[in-house]
């Protein structure tokens, strides 16, 4: 009697999470980097994607590599380098260093006048500064599409602070729709306008909204350290202490955000 062998299934490839692709990525543009010092768009690329796990980790060293290589590349060239200054300026931002920032957006705008992107982005840092002035006559030129989805956050910021709640909620709303439909950006970046959405929420005092927002945020990236503080806060609101607890500690354990270790402390203090 023949007996036939079952075909054996084809070995499986472990599927690489998104993290593990941007480490991969990052260690290639440091070789290349390295070999060719001449190189500005390396040096750019590789700026970006340490800002892009700065973002997802919470991590201040590699804010901080991400300054280093931005300036180096723009040392090299400036000219039709405009998304450099923009990783510069957000990694100057994310630091804090809000003059420096500003510094890097004016020398990208007079480079390219009236550039959007960079227009918006001195808009956001002015309003930093506590220039709303400033900052007002920047976002009254903005003329933009729906499409430029950063663009409408920031302005979205502007009408928050001035008290337009609603309008900034449109406008969030509208962004999000876009970058939703969108494959080929960072689980970070989705989760981060999901997370703004839920800010806004929260701060207007529609709680379960800003649940909605939060919890979509974390079904596109569960270990997002903002959107876990942003629910240990709503949790906070809602007097459910443990529930803000529970929240805070996965909050903190990604980073040691200052306001969420206050959050968990008031909730055990009410406890």
Not at 82 to 103: E, I, N, P
Not at 160 to 185: C, K, P, Q, S
Not at 216 to 230: A, E, S
Request: hydrophobic share 40%.
């Amino acid at each position: 009697r023949i007996r036939h062998r079952a075909p054996r299934a084809a070995a499986s490839v472990p599927t690489r999470t998104e993290g593990e692709i941007r480490d991969l990525d990052i260690a290639f543009y440091e070789r290349r980097a390295g070999e060719d010092t001449a190189s500005a768009s390396d040096r750019s690329q590789l700026a970006g994607l340490y800002l892009q796990r700065a973002r997802t980790s919470g991590s201040f060293p590699d804010y901080e590599r991400a300054e280093r290589a931005a300036r180096q590349s723009l040392g090299l060239r400036t000219a039709h380098n405009g998304q450099t200054f923009w990783l510069l300026a957000s990694a100057l931002l994310a630091r804090h260093d809000f003059v420096g920032a500003h510094r890097v957006a004016e020398q990208a705008d007079s480079l390219e006048p009236g550039n959007t992107n960079h227009v918006a982005l001195l808009g956001e840092i002015e309003l930093e500064l506590g220039d709303y002035d400033a900052a007002a006559r920047h976002f009254a030129s903005l003329h933009f599409d729906s499409d430029q989805f950063t663009v409408a956050a920031r302005v979205a910021r502007s009408r928050e602070l001035t008290g337009h709640d609603d309008a900034a909620r449109r406008l969030l709303h509208a962004a999000i729709a876009r970058v939703d439909r969108r494959d080929d950006l960072p689980k970070e970046q989705i989760a981060w306008f999901h997370y703004r959405l839920g800010e806004l929420e929260l701060r207007t005092g529609h709680l379960d909204s800003a649940e909605a927002s939060f919890l979509r945020g974390l079904r596109v990236f569960p270990d997002d350290y903002r959107v876990l503080g942003g629910l240990a806060r709503l949790e906070s609101a809602r007097r459910h202490w443990q529930r803000a607890i529970d929240f805070g500690n996965q909050a903190v354990a990604v980073q040691l955000d200052p306001a969420t270790l206050g959050t968990i402390s008031d909730a055990y203090l009410a406890l």
